[in-house]
């Protein structure tokens, strides 16, 4: 029998498996008492650059069932290891070009393991977060594509959490900005891919794809006058259809290629039969979410 853990307390640790049991209202979890655990892409790397990084926030967060940070983390780390990050790109935006991009995970670099802040995110945030009127964390893509000149996609991850809103009326709490805070600090001068007026004129906003979409714009600009920003909502199978289609409606028509809601699976299906990621395909078919199967996999390995 173990004790689960609380808000003022740790909770018991399984001797035999090395996990501590979770239980609320949305069901069962657990996470591992050693983050790294939760890890099958350079879990040595994680460990010494990841966790406890400065730069990235809530990394206390890497050790749960149901960690979308360690998820993007295993999938995008293997992709990058395979050298098949192109093949992914050329997937959700149709950028046939046979050259591996950076890969940032949090606005560190993982492409030859330096992991040093991203120098273009730094920027952006100074541009738009320097004087917030609220102390709340500054804008972290979970994970982003680049190759200079070419192309910058931010991806929004989501795993068991939603796409949430900003809605008319005042801040839901001292964190948050209001709807329209947001809409006045997050766009500049020429933005092309929002539509500012339709988006003033909404009842409500996705916050963070908004902001995504505006920060790949902007430090797409900044990078190079012919390099294409996009914006990725990447979630399961059957979820935050009805939030993209709404969010899709405050872009430009002419730019509504520039984002996309593409799934988990979608990536999956992609490797499949590519031998060089057939560990990362084990992994997606065997993941779960609050013990249950994470992913509407057809032919889900045991």
Request: charged residues 25%.
């Amino acid at each position: 029998m173990l004790r689960t853990p609380t808000r003022t307390r740790r909770g018991d640790i399984c001797p035999e498996h090395g996990i501590r049991c979770h239980y609320s209202s949305a069901g069962a979890t657990y996470s591992y008492a050693k983050p790294a655990r939760n890890i099958i892409a350079s879990p040595d790397q994680f460990s010494r650059n990841i966790i406890g990084n400065p730069f990235k926030y809530e990394s206390h967060r890497l050790g749960l069932e149901n960690s979308e940070d360690s998820l993007s983390w295993n999938v995008w780390r293997s992709l990058q290891e395979a050298g098949v990050l192109h093949k992914i790109v050329e997937l959700f935006t149709g950028e046939r070009i046979e050259v591996e991009p950076f890969l940032y995970l949090w606005g560190i670099c993982s492409t030859d393991d330096d992991y040093k802040p991203w120098d273009l995110l730094v920027e952006a945030r100074g541009h738009f977060e320097s004087n917030l009127p609220v102390d709340r964390p500054l804008t972290e893509p979970d994970i982003a594509l680049h190759l200079p000149g070419k192309y910058l996609i931010l991806i929004e991850a989501k795993f068991t959490s939603p796409n949430t809103c900003y809605e008319r009326g005042p801040r839901k709490d001292a964190a948050s900005l209001t709807l329209d805070e947001l809409l006045a600090i997050y766009q500049f001068s020429g933005m092309r891919i929002m539509n500012i007026r339709r988006s003033l004129a909404a009842d409500r906003v996705h916050y963070q794809l908004w902001r995504n979409v505006v920060f790949a714009e902007w430090m797409a600009r900044n990078d190079h006058r012919q390099t294409k920003a996009y914006h990725l909502n990447l979630v399961r199978d059957g979820y935050e259809d009805d939030g993209a289609a709404e969010f899709r409606q405050l872009i430009h028509p002419s730019r509504r290629g520039r984002f996309r809601r593409v799934t988990w699976e979608q990536i999956h299906d992609r490797c499949r039969s590519n031998s060089r990621v057939s560990r990362l395909c084990r992994y997606l078919e065997r993941k779960t979410a609050r013990l249950q199967p994470a992913f509407n996999i057809r032919g889900r390995g045991i």
